[in-house]
């Protein structure tokens, strides 16, 4: 019998509460869904003790990685930015000292002041151990490839650390123009244009769209060691490739458009339990380029009028990966093998720090 599939879900959230401080000072809309408030949803998404180990145990996930919900402190000014990211850091940190059989977490990068974001992904990797950083696209105005994110992309190819993307809400004028209009009772914090905007499609252009000019505007030709990792079986983008790939002559790139996506990119799921998707995934950038992710608690629980896809409680976050139309071997990898050959220097190094 093949020896049990290990598996390290990547996309897991957290809401600490030096966090949602700084998001109550800077007037973001406290709701669950953010972790304010004392429903069970908004609970999980603080925890990191028993509870957070029990749901981990019921999806049949070994380790998380900890990152901070979106949009992490890319929505405060770069003074409170800075210190946000510092304390949420340390938080981390001392949560994975904490239990390091069970949890990894993200760096929280404080976009808003860029020298500094740079200067803060050195300190998590280097002496926090933090073994990559989630990032949330855009930063105020600013989408991911302004010049100014240049030396924070430079300081990750050269730590040889990934940095996952995940996506936020669309500025207002797209809300505005593309999911105004509902008129089913409630208000826009709550109703249906907002969820397409966000969590139901609107956010996975937002951010797929970020990483084409990414590519676009030379990120990965100046960086062609920079490795990044997408959520939600790539953003949309993957399954446009063979269309969207033309773009690659007419915007004079160094690669094909799809060979970025096989030498810079990997791709997680992110609790989108969807075989297709899966599959289309595998075909596009290959299984040595997947890995796994659970959007813990977006999707625990959750299967509104019975939709499958989205809820990977009652062992559906193992039971898919260990179903999937692969090789054990395959998908040894994508639950934890890849993970360990992108980062394993860095959780190396952090153990010879401890023992010496």
């Not at 953003?235 to 004079?252: K, P, Q, S």
Request: net charge negative.
């Amino acid at each position: 019998m093949p020896d049990k599939i290990e598996i390290v879900a990547l996309e897991e959230h957290i809401a600490p509460p030096s966090l949602l401080d700084a998001w109550a000072k800077a007037g973001v809309p406290q709701i669950p869904q953010l972790g304010f408030g004392d429903e069970p949803f908004a609970r999980r998404l603080r925890g990191f003790g028993e509870q957070r180990l029990a749901d981990m145990d019921d999806q049949g996930i070994d380790v998380a990685v900890l990152s901070l919900a979106s949009p992490g402190v890319q929505n405060l000014t770069a003074e409170d930015a800075v210190s946000a990211a510092r304390e949420a850091n340390d938080t981390l940190a001392e949560i994975v000292a904490g239990r390091p059989d069970r949890f990894q977490a993200f760096a929280a990068i404080p976009t808003a002041a860029p020298e500094a974001a740079a200067a803060e992904l050195e300190r998590a990797v280097t002496q926090l151990g933090l073994p990559g950083a989630m990032l949330y696209g855009r930063t105020g105005d600013k989408l991911a490839d302004a010049p100014e994110f240049d030396d924070l992309y430079a300081t990750a190819e050269r730590l040889q650390v990934p940095l996952h993307f995940h996506p936020q809400t669309p500025v207002p004028e797209v809300l505005k123009a593309y999911y105004s209009g509902f008129d089913d009772g409630v208000g826009m914090a709550r109703s249906t244009g907002m969820g397409l905007a966000t969590a139901g499609l609107g956010w996975y252009f937002d951010l797929g769209v970020q990483y084409l000019r990414m590519i676009f505007s030379g990120v990965f030709d100046r960086h062609p060691g920079l490795q990044v990792i997408a959520g939600h079986w790539g953003e949309v983008v993957l399954f446009y490739l063979d269309h969207t790939g033309i773009m690659a002559h007419n915007a004079r790139l160094e690669r094909p458009l799809a060979d970025y996506f096989t030498q810079n990119f990997w791709v997680c799921g992110s609790g989108t339990v969807s075989e297709r998707y899966m599959r289309w995934t595998s075909e596009v950038v290959g299984t040595e380029r997947m890995m796994y992710s659970t959007d813990y608690p977006y999707t625990f629980g959750t299967r509104p009028g019975g939709f499958p896809f989205l809820d990977t409680a009652n062992g559906v976050a193992r039971s898919f990966l260990e179903q999937a139309p692969f090789s054990h071997e395959e998908k040894a990898a994508i639950g934890s093998g890849n993970w360990e050959k992108l980062t394993g220097h860095v959780t190396a190094s952090c153990g010879q720090r401890d023992s010496a």
